[in-house]
């Protein structure tokens, strides 16, 4: 294991400037095989053509309804593709891919030789850039150096995935001499990001618009056809959505759920305005969360937990774009 392991968890601002963040929630997908393009292409919402040995997609598998088992990162390693995803979310993704996957000549696995790894701040490039013979950027997002695969993450924070099999990062990163934390603080980034955390409970509840996969580049509108696609462009083209994914924060040292209530107030009376998918709460009280609630609701709305009525819920600017032309 990395030296340094820390099991706090710690504010945004009580993070250090570079550290690393142990994905030991984190799986993924494998799909190899002679019809692996093809088969995976009639199943996601990205376009899996434009993917290549150095390219990240990001995109979700949904039922024949268009709801979403899975918000996954891809990339290509050794040939396969590979559907990067908290396990939580894994389990009903395989089970449908296997389903009609046993037509196509594709072998569809969880992996289990590798880990993965988040390496976040101010000089997580220079660190990389010191170790490894090749680091990604916004324009090669995928590299593979030293039997590591480094994946650059768009967005507000500097972050890469690292991942490789068990034994080969070890030496890598203990050369990094940094911080570690448990994988809570990857879902703090990643409510922050504001990209989607699903559960097991909440995998299959919604379609790929209410988690903004469109905001992201997650969802190709000039694809042929593949599972959910006639929900999926009926919300796109015809105006049908009206929920969005939204960061909200709080201060409360009481335990939070992932599936508790948010309320919004309407007149005198308060009434159910969305569900928590995943939350974050640090040591100290500061909690982040992530909701479904309508796509209209700004910050004059009014918002607070059912369960604690007192506190109040504040909602944070997303870092991207709900209007996508």
Known sequence: MPINMNES??????????????????????????????????????????????SLLVGAHCDAKGKVFSAFRLINRNNAHLLIQPQSSLTASIAELKKFGVFAKVEITQTSELSFYALVGEQASELLQTNFSQVPDSLTPVVHSDGTSIVYVAGQQTRYLLIAENENLTEKLNNFNLNTYSTPVWNLLEITEGFVQLSEQTSGEYVPQMLNLQAINGISFTKGCYLGQETVARMQYLGKNKRALFSLTANTKTPLSSDDVIEKQLGDNWRKAGDILACYQSDDGHCHFQAVLANDVD??????????????VTLQPLPYSLIVE
């Open 299 to 312: 910050k004059t709305t009014l918002l607070r937990l059912k369960s604690q009525p007192e506190i109040k």
């Open 9 to 54: 968890l710690p504010s945004l601002e009580q993070l250090p400037s570079t550290y690393l963040v142990s994905l030991s929630h984190y799986s993924a997908i494998s799909l190899i095989g002679a019809e692996q393009n093809n088969y995976l292409q009639g199943q996601v919402t990205c376009d899996v053509n434009d993917t290549n040995e150095h």
